[in-house]
Antibody
Framework: DVQLVESGGGVVQPGGSLRLSCAAS????????MHWVRQTPGKGLEWVGLISGDADRTYYADSMKGRFTISRDNSRNSLYLQMNSLRAEDTALYYC?????????????????????WGQGTTVTVSS | QPVLTQPTSLSASPGASARFTCTLR?????????IYWYQQKPGSLPRYLLR?????????GSGVPSRFSGSKDASTNAGLLLISGLQSEDEADYYCAIWYTSTWVFGGGTKLTVL
């Protein structure tokens, strides 16, 4: 079975940094793009970003660009989210999620198949 | 104007059908996008339900019953999720999503109450 287990959440002061990890199992990790998505309690889903299966491409939501960095170690079946310059509004439950494929190129642009399996999430609280 | 707009709530009776709308910003043509739908029950993970581009390009999520289906309404520029034969267990939040300008965008979600 596909399994995604996030870790690394916690309480951090505004302006601080945190690194989240996601351990994947049950599928060929490097065959799939991976995502981070966050959710504030009682609110909706907010996509953070994704990394292609070969780690060659990363994409971010505009509000995360420049502060968040997604990486992966395919030899360890692991996904990471480095978060810097954290703000109170970054407080959320952070999920990693598997895409349904590696992505593909068409007409000069890249497309992805969509998120299908989600981890349980790890909570990040930004507070002084 | 948000990229995707969903009504905040919807209510329907057991056994009836529920129709969810996901309206794309007017400058974005629904015909050009695959619309993805996710279900999130209280205290649970999001679950992938299906994606719909056209009747010849659609996919049901693993284990998702056929009473969940997708379509589009070009006249309102909206993606649609239809649930037939509503059950109490369908009570959840439903989110649509698209891949738009190299980002994934989620709608704000619709809370379904099965009365």
């Amino acid at each position: 079975d596909v399994q995604l287990v996030e870790s690394g959440g916690g309480v951090v002061q505004p302006g601080g940094s945190l690194r989240l990890s996601c351990a994947a199992s049950g599928f060929m990790f490097d065959d799939y793009a991976m995502h981070w998505v966050r959710q504030t309690p009682g609110k909706g889903l907010e996509w953070v970003g994704l990394i292609s299966g070969d780690a060659d491409r990363t994409y971010y939501a505009d509000s995360m660009k420049g502060r968040f960095t997604i990486s992966r170690d395919n030899s360890r079946n692991s996904l990471y989210l480095q978060m810097n310059s954290l703000r109170a509004e970054d407080t959320a439950l952070y999920y990693c999620a598997k895409d349904m494929g590696p992505g593909y190129s068409y007409g000069g642009a890249y497309y992805y198949y969509g998120l299908d399996v989600w981890g349980q999430g790890t909570t990040v609280t930004v507070s002084s | 104007q948000p990229v995707l707009t969903q009504p905040t709530s919807l209510s329907a009776s057991p056994g009836a059908s529920a129709r969810f709308t996901c309206t794309l910003r007017s400058a974005i043509n629904v015909g050009s996008y695959r619309i993805y739908w996710y279900q999130q029950k209280p205290g649970s993970l999001p679950r992938y339900l299906l994606r719909y581009q056209s009747d010849s390009d659609k996919q049901q999520g693993s284990g998702v019953p056929s009473r969940f289906s997708g379509s589009k309404d070009a006249s309102t520029n909206a993606g649609l999720l239809l649930i037939s034969g509503l059950q109490s267990e369908d009570e959840a939040d439903y989110y649509c999503a698209i891949w738009y300008t190299s980002t994934w965008v989620f709608g704000g979600g619709t809370k379904l109450t099965v009365l």
